[in-house]
């Protein structure tokens, strides 16, 4: 009896062999006394043939396959066959002569698209255009109001398993780096970055928040006695940004470690997990790439200094960026954050000169930092803080903290934060800890960014922005 085979693992070797493969169908052609029908398990499909033949395939047969409405869930049992011209189309490069076919789930025949279309790149469309043809083109919206529909587009299943890959290997390199992994609440008492984006709720009669970032509690581990942790999990930020790189919910990864010298060891890890995870997407996932790439076309990521031996990662300060911004004759101020057009730029500068998409940012002005962040020592004004950036846009933010109470009280109420709401914070540290630093990655952009896709909702399985909170 023909054994169930994932459609994955149908190669030329199999030739003759009986197979029995599930999967969606995809597209359906009749043609006459034929059919042909491609079925797609996750980010494979392959061309399912039926010719009527009076001892296997009827009449009958191939007017029910014809019949069958685009995405069933299919039982196809047959015969793998390897054709001489290339087939257009599917990822596997045999045939099967079905024996069998059976309908196990009927889907609708009203589909709001189809997986064809909505797996289209640009440049196909481009094509048609220019040889007259019409291709039916899914907008981003209609995509994600179906989007358990939309998930089953080979780059849609190729994205997701690149960012289980991000995470998994962030977990690897933590944790053998003598990193805990920890959870931290997500129902707090007041907001942990400050600012008013927070989603506000009433916890049994005491006024809440959903946590902005693990920020607070991770560091008030390191006042428990850990000494290096991290976090994934859900971050919820209330912020009106309609924007290609704002979740108003995002996925974050947060690292809080004990520092010996200075901020420079909590760099070291960025730069030292970065680095391993960009060479595992390459070195493990190319097939995964090469699928989103043939929907959404990018370049390779350069994130290594191409000039230095090693795998050194670029480290540049903050006065630095400002002074490559101004030479360029962008105007701009040398003591607030960065808009995200001077960063977009300063990254098209720093590509140009040191030939990579990948550096650390130091040293920001204190004003633009959030209050727990250290002042640097020798270099009044400025604070021993760092963001990271892909290809102009920011993917990190991390930094020393502040780990005496009486200067994070200090800072707090400067910044206009209501200390009572953080009172048990500022306490652990009366009972004192060490010097501390860490940093907090959004994971879908960086996704997006490695990737070079244009916006974080195809980062996202279900995005929620400020306008969408379903599917
Ligand atoms: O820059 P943020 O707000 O920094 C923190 O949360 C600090 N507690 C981190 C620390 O340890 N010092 O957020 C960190 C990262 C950003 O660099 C970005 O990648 C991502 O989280 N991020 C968002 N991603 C999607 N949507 C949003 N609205 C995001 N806001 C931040």
Redesign the pocket.
Known sequence: APTWTDVRELCAEMKDMSVLIRGAAQAIRPLSKKAFLVVRQSMSTVQCVLVINKDVVSPQMVRFATSLSKESIVDVEGVISVPDKLILGTTQQVEIHVRKLYCINRAVSNLPFNIEDASRSETEFMNAEESGKQLVHVGQDTKLNHRALDLRTPANQAIFYIFYQVEKVSRQILESKGFCGIHTPKLIAGS??GGAAVFKLDYKGQPACLA??P?LHKQMTICGGFRRVFEVGP?F?A?D?YTH????E?T?L???MEINKDFSEVCDIVAELFVAIFDHLNEKCSEELEIIKRQYPFQPLKYLLPERKGREVLRLTYKEGIEMLKEAGVKIESTGDLNSEAEKKLGKLVSDKYNTDFFILTEYPQEAR?FYTMPCDDKPGYSNSF?VFVRGE??????QRIHRPELLTERAEECGIDVRTISSYIDSFRHCAPPHG?????L???VMLFCGLNN?RKCSLFPRDPQRLTP
């Open positions: 942990s970055e902005q970032s920020q971050v930020r912020e940004s790189r704002h979740l108003c995002f974050g947060d690292v809080e959030p963001d920011e993917i990190i933010s991390g930094a860490g940093f907090g990655v959004g879908e952009r960086v974080i």
